[in-house]
């Protein structure tokens, strides 16, 4: 079991997010709460995508990823970017 807040998949689209951001698709990106996280299923990533960039260029680049799912969000209280990545609970 993962200890909180230290989950190798959630570090691994930590990743992944700042190479798209080096690269210019998205503008920034934020994962509240990832100190209390212990599975990746557990986690909601936010991010706002750059001037040139739209929603389908992001779900290109994560479709090598399974049961995730790129969606817009509404701002609140949680986060005020435009967009989330939510990975679904995998079965078995």
């Not at 909180?4 to 994962?31: A, F, H, P, T």
């Not at 817009?72 to 939510?86: A, T």
Request: charged share 20%; net charge negative; hydrophobic share 40%.
């Amino acid at each position: 079991m993962a200890a909180i807040g230290n989950v190798q998949e959630i570090k691994e689209i930590r990743n992944y997010l700042d190479k798209l951001k080096q690269n210019g698709i998205i503008m920034s990106w934020e994962l509240p709460y990832e100190n209390l996280l212990t599975r990746l299923s557990a986690a909601i990533f936010f991010f706002t995508l750059t001037e040139n960039a739209n929603l389908s260029d992001i779900k290109d680049c994560f479709k090598e990823f399974n049961n995730v799912n790129i969606v817009p969000h509404e701002p609140g209280n949680i986060s005020q970017m435009p967009y989330k990545i939510i990975f679904d609970q995998v079965n078995g």
